[in-house]
């Protein structure tokens, strides 16, 4: 016998929330992914003794940067304010959301400010052939996105678990309107 929908305000199913939370959670994958790559290259990478080898490993970086780190942000963020933009109201009422939120907006330009340079400079240093100035940079450029790793973990941490942060338990009575 199919199922029968007696209330006269709910939709069958639950619309498109679980393929987007299943974006979300590939696109994050992704990214925390590619971060942990960066970082273990960066840690447990070769050492390169000339100029080809710094080359490969420059290539290396970027081949794991765009098709992971680069993309599942996107996917992750868009999928993420898709999520949003169907409960706005419910989400900013919850103090693990904005908290959320504000770590991100700060987060993220952040990272980029301190991973972009680094990796700028180190890219340069590539290209000039400075391999004295080379394995610290490196060093720089690997603390960096260990750094941005951390952070982004506890941010994952926060929306995965959800923490009460004080809130109070159970719903929250809404005010009757004036008459």
């Known amino acids: 016998m199919p199922h029968e929908n007696t209330h006269p305000r709910r939709r069958r199913g639950r ?16 990214f925390l992914g590619g971060l942990g790559s960066l970082v273990a290259i960066g840690v447990l990478g070769p050492d ?10 420059r290539e290396t970086m970027r081949a794991v940067f765009w098709p992971c780190l680069f993309s599942g942000l996107m996917v992750t963020n868009a999928a993420g304010v898709v ?8 989400f900013l009422r919850m103090r693990w959301f904005r908290v959320k939120a504000v770590l991100l907006a700060a987060a993220l ?13 180190f890219y340069a240093a590539i290209e000039a052939g400075s391999l004295d100035v080379l ?11 260990a ?18 942060l004080g809130e109070p338990v159970g719903r929250r009575r809404r005010p009757d309107p004036p008459a």
């Open 15 to 30: 619309g498109a929330r679980p393929l987007l939370i299943q974006i979300k959670v590939l696109g994050l994958i992704g």
């Open 48 to 57: 390169p003794a000339d100029p080809a080898g710094w080359h490969q490993l």
């Open 83 to 90: 999520l949003w933009l169907r409960h706005p109201r419910e």
């Open 109 to 121: 330009p952040l990272m980029h400010l301190l991973s972009r340079g680094r990796v700028t400079e």
């Open 135 to 145: 394995p610290s940079l490196r060093d720089r450029v690997t603390a960096a996105f």
């Open 147 to 164: 750094v941005a790793l951390l952070v982004m973990l506890a941010i994952a941490a926060i929306g995965r678990i959800k923490p009460r």
